[in-house]
């Protein structure tokens, strides 16, 4: 691998120089600019917000959530599944009011969808009170791309398709609080029939683990306490080198403190042994993974491109398990998928009770146009899919309530992040396997470790008393 282009200390440097020129810009005129960013999709792009809102900051922006307030608004957004984008059109549309009130207001619409032609396309042509455009690959080149709207007054389109780029060293505002989010790799090249996000995110690229290994470092310092490292497929970062993901977290793993390491996403085609039992011997990697299958039907299966099968999958749930007795499990599922049976939506729905996932993210198949899977037939109403999803969602439903429920009277160890809104348990944290709890205990307790003895349970959360 590594013909990935990584961005030169200078590039990054002149970055530096327009975000103070910015700043000056607004200090000349005594004017403290505020921004907006919402972002959308997944803790990838949560943590690109992050680093959008390290750079505004530098340009010397503070931060609100009401767009009428903003100076800047920033959408940040997600183009996997169609809800997602027209959600996005939807609160462009309702931008054209702030900006009346407020001419000076610039508009930029990044992440994802503003990579896709057909979406620069359509602002471009109609959202004219657009001002800025970028694609995730320009990320890096933001504070440059926002000096050109305020200088010229004019539209500012980045959105060429490339293959994809590392930069390091770009300022990140992280959220206030115990959790953060690590990218280890960028890009995606397994090109499943249905997903849009090779196309947009570009070709798998990963940093070094010198990068990676000096980022979670400062984290564990800075007193955070569940890491989170972030791919599309975690389990192929290094490729062609001699670092695999295995040892990756091997090597971070031995960074001393107390804090709890996780990742996401695993692709079951590259998930191994290794992998398992390096997190069985762990000493901060969290026993929990998130292993999307997407369907338990191999027709399915190799339709969407995913290149393992149903058995694949559940011995890697068995290797997995073998490994760690306590592993707590989820995983992703799409229904609908072009030319599905009931018969194979049944499959899946078997898989899941096979399985007993704590938790599933379920999907309804939503074409992307330009993938694959957007040119099949797919002849099942709409109706119809909506009734095999119910089925599903109930199978899953049931059975997250119950291995829930397999946890009131032991005590876990839980790590407290905030104050929840109902009062007879004013606590809220996680369990090593990412599990909700909410639980009774001092305010003090929040930012550390504690043992919660679990007392109750929802479908979806526990309930419990702090033991300390
Ligand atoms: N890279 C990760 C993986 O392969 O497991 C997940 C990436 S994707 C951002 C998150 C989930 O969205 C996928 O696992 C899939 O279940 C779902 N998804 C992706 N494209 C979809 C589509 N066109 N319709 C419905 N769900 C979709
Ligand atoms: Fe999409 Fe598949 Fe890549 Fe995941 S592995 S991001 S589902 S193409
Ligand atoms: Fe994530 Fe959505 Fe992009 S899920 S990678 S933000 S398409």
Known sequence: MNET????????????????AIRARFEEREAHPVALVDTFGCQQNVADGERLAGMLKNMGFSFTKDPREADLVLLNTCAVREHAEQRVFGNLGALTHTKRENPAQIIALCGCMAQEPRVSERVRRSYSHVDLVFGPHALWRFPELLWEVYEHRTRVFAVEEEAGSIAEGTPVERNAGVRAWVSIMYGCNNFCSYCIVPYVRGRERSRTPEAVEAEVRELVEAGYKDITLLGQN??????GTDCDFATLLARLDRIPGRYWLRFMSSHPRDASDKLFRTMANGEHIARQLHLPFQSGNDRVLQAMNRRYTRERYLSLIAAARAAMPELVLT??????????TEAEADDTISLVEEVGFHALFTFLYSPRPGTKAASMPDPVPREEKQRRFDKLLAVQNARSAALHAACVGRTLRVLADG????????????????????????PDLIGGFTDVAITGNTTWSLYGEAET
């Open 331 to 340: 995983s992703d599922v799409i229904i609908g998928f072009p030319g599905e």
């Open 5 to 20: 282009r990584q961005i030169t200390e200078a590039e990054l440097s002149r970055q530096r120089e327009y975000e103070r």
């Open 419 to 442: 104050r929840s809104d109902d009062p007879a348990y004013p606590l809220t944290g996680r369990t090593e396997g990412n599990r909700l709890v909410r639980f009774t205990g001092s």
């Open 234 to 239: 975690v389990n192929s970062y290094g490729r």
